[in-house]
């Protein structure tokens, strides 16, 4: 049986699903006359742009000028595809924030639709990134390689981000993959952060799962 490659996207893409997943359902159900409701919208929202915008960064910082020098021309769709994603978020984000308690539902509701939209094009970028760009990035590199790259950018990241990426990424894992994963991170990070993220996600999962990572984990 073949040893499954370094999926640079595995993780970070499972994140990503859920947390999209999660603000559609929030704007979806947001009482526009609720401030605690809008909050706690804007609040997830912005998370989520966060981690979007990260994720950009993380591919073209790292993992497409690696794959532009071995095979140019290669990315140039990928980049297209984030600058007009990335005009979309901008769009949503003043969008979001021009909702107030008392705004015209129709605000709101039209919020929803364009973030609809968003999450059905996201959803296709993402498939096209690993249908498309993970095979030239496999034919290209060796997992040291892509591991390589895997550890600038988690290098790159303050702890603040660690813990916001393991919010979403975890949950939305399965439990072989949480093992991976979590393993790891207990292995390498500082027992008080590796503690504080688990405490994070004891809030994050339901409480069967959580309680079978932690006794996985010892």
């Not at 095979?135 to 060796?142: A, G, K, R, T």
């Amino acid at each position: 049986m073949n040893q499954p490659r370094m999926n640079l996207y595995g993780f970070p893409h499972k994140g990503l699903r859920n947390g999209i997943s999660q603000v559609s359902m929030a704007a979806g159900t947001a009482n526009a006359s609720d401030p605690a409701s809008l909050e706690s919208l804007k609040a997830l929202a912005d998370e989520l742009f966060t981690l979007l915008e990260e994720h950009a960064h993380s591919e073209e910082s790292v993992v497409l000028p690696a794959l532009e020098a071995k095979l140019a021309g290669s990315t140039e769709d990928n980049l297209a595809e984030h600058e007009r994603l990335e005009a979309q978020i901008a769009s949503l984000k003043e969008m979001l924030n021009a909702i107030e308690p008392g705004s015209h539902p129709g605000v709101l509701a039209g919020f929803y639709g364009a973030f609809s939209n968003f999450h059905a094009e996201y959803l296709a970028h993402m498939a096209m990134e690993e249908g498309k760009m993970l095979p030239l990035i496999w034919d290209n590199f060796s997992d040291e390689e892509l591991m390589g790259q895997h550890g600038r950018i988690m290098a790159s990241f303050t702890p603040k981000q660690i813990l916001l990426w393991f919010k979403y990424i975890i949950p939305a894992l399965n439990p072989m993959e949480r093992g991976i994963i979590m393993g790891g991170f207990k292995a390498n990070a500082p027992a008080p952060f590796f503690d504080s993220v688990m405490a994070m996600l004891s809030g994050q999962m339901p409480g069967g799962e959580y309680q079978a990572m932690a006794t996985a984990l010892g």
